[in-house]
C-alpha cells in the first residue's frame, strides 16, 4: 500500500469527476458505493510466517515385488521472497512513518466524506505510545481499533489461531450489525465470531483510558472477544458516534441521489411543497425503523423548504434551499443537512 500512494496527498490525480484514474488508495474516488476502507496491507508489523514444505512426497512401491530403481530429482518447495519491499516497518521503530501512511488514508477520507476509514492502532505500543498515535488523528471520518485478535480458521485442521487485524475485524460486526438492525445501531458491545483471543489483554484501568480517547478496544470476557466501543476520532462531540456518521452519511448520500430529478422542475411553491412531502416521507421511514430518538416525529425530524429559506434573491439565481434536520440516538441534538438546488445539480451538505 504504501508504494500505491500518489507522490503527493491531494486527491487532484484520481479525485472524483476526473479524467485521469487514481491510484493506490486514490483510486476509491471513482467508486460511489464504498462507505467502509479497511487497509490491512498497510504495512507488515513482524517478520514473514517460515514457509513449510507443501510439495508431497512420491511413493514407488507397488503391490508387485519388482527391482529397485533411482527415483529422478523430485520437486522442491519453492522459495519466498527476502522480504516485503516497502512494506516491512517496526510499530516500535517506525511509528511515524506508520502514522503518517494512516493519515494520508483518513485525509483522503475527509475531502472525499463519503466513507469511513477503520485504522488499526500499531501492535506492540505501550499505553503511552498508543495515545501518542490517537492524539495525530482529529477526523470524523476515521475511527481506531486496539489489540490485534486472534482467530481460528475454520478451514485449518489443526485450528492454529491466526492474528488479524482489529480493523476487519471490525468491519465484520459493522456489517453484520447494520445487516441485521440498521445503519443506526452502533456496532458496540458485540462479540467477534470466531475471535479466541487478544494480543494485548487491556485492564480495566487501561480500557477506561482508551475509551476516554475514543479508541475502541477488544476486551477477552468469559463469553468471548468483544468490541466495547463504536467511536469515531472526531474531536467534535456531534460526530463521536460512528452510527450517527454513518447515518447521516447515508441520509445525505440518499438525497443527492434521489432528489436530483428537482433540477428540472420550475423553481416555484409546489416544487418546494412536492420536495418537503419527498424527505418528510423518506425521514418518516427512517424514525420508524428506530434511525431517531424522540417520541414523537417532531422530537425527531425537522424539514424546512419554504418562503423564507427562498426568498426572491435565491430564487432568482436558480436556487432552492432546504433543511433537513435529525435526532439521531447520540447526540441529542439536532443535526441540520441543508439541500441545495443550483442550476444544474442538487448537493447535500451538512450544517
Avoid at 492524539?135 to 485449518?156: E, I, K, L, Q
Wanted: aromatic share 6%.
Amino acid at each position: 500500500m504504501p508504494t500505491s500512494f500518489p507522490g503527493t496527498s491531494s486527491t487532484t490525480t484520481g479525485s472524483r469527476g476526473d479524467e485521469r484514474p487514481g491510484r493506490g488508495a486514490h483510486s476509491l474516488a471513482e467508486i460511489p458505493d464504498v462507505s467502509l476502507v479497511v487497509a490491512p496491507d498497510l504495512y507488515a508489523p513482524g517478520p514473514l510466517a517460515p514457509v513449510e514444505p507443501i510439495v508431497d512426497p512420491r511413493i514407488f512401491a507397488g503391490a508387485q515385488f519388482a527391482e529397485c530403481i533411482e527415483p529422478p530429482p523430485g520437486a522442491t518447495q519453492a522459495q519466498p521472497a527476502d522480504d516485503l519491499y516497502g512494506l516491512r516497518l517496526d510499530p516500535v521503530q517506525d511509528l511515524d512513518t506508520i502514522a503518517a501512511l494512516q493519515r494520508r488514508l483518513a485525509d483522503l477520507a475527509e475531502e472525499l466524506r463519503s466513507f469511513i476509514v477503520l485504522l488499526d492502532v500499531p501492535p506492540g505500543l505501550s499505553q503511552r505510545k498508543i495515545l501518542a498515535w490517537r492524539g495525530r488523528f482529529t477526523s470524523a471520518w476515521c475511527a481506531g481499533y486496539h489489540p490485534w485478535v486472534n482467530m481460528a480458521p475454520a478451514d485449518d485442521p489443526r485450528h492454529r489461531p491466526v492474528a488479524v487485524n482489529p480493523a476487519a475485524v471490525a468491519a465484520g460486526i459493522i456489517a453484520r450489525r447494520e445487516i441485521e438492525l440498521g445503519v443506526a445501531y452502533g456496532p458496540a458491545n458485540v462479540l467477534a465470531a470466531g475471535a479466541v483471543s487478544v494480543e494485548d489483554r487491556v485492564s480495566p484501568p487501561r480500557h477506561a483510558e482508551l475509551h476516554q480517547h475514543a479508541i475502541n478496544v477488544f476486551l477477552s470476557e468469559p463469553e468471548g472477544i468483544r468490541l466495547t466501543a463504536g467511536r469515531t476520532l472526531a474531536l467534535d462531540q456531534t460526530w463521536r458516534q460512528l452510527n450517527v456518521r454513518r447515518l447521516v452519511t447515508l441520509i445525505r448520500r440518499v438525497l443527492d441521489r434521489q432528489m436530483q430529478w428537482a433540477v428540472f422542475e420550475p423553481n416555484d411553491r409546489p416544487l418546494r411543497a412536492r420536495i418537503s412531502r419527498m424527505l418528510e416521507a423518506y425521514l418518516r421511514q427512517l424514525y420508524r425503523a428506530n434511525a431517531f430518538t424522540g417520541a414523537t416525529e417532531a422530537q425527531a425530524f425537522f424539514v424546512k423548504c419554504d418562503d423564507e429559506l427562498n426568498p426572491p434573491s435565491v430564487s432568482d439565481q436558480g436556487r432552492l434551499l432546504a433543511q433537513v434536520g435529525i435526532a439521531p440516538a447520540e447526540p441529542l441534538e439536532f443535526i441540520v443537512l441543508n439541500v441545495a438546488r443550483s442550476a444544474d445539480s442538487i448537493r447535500t451538505v451538512e450544517g
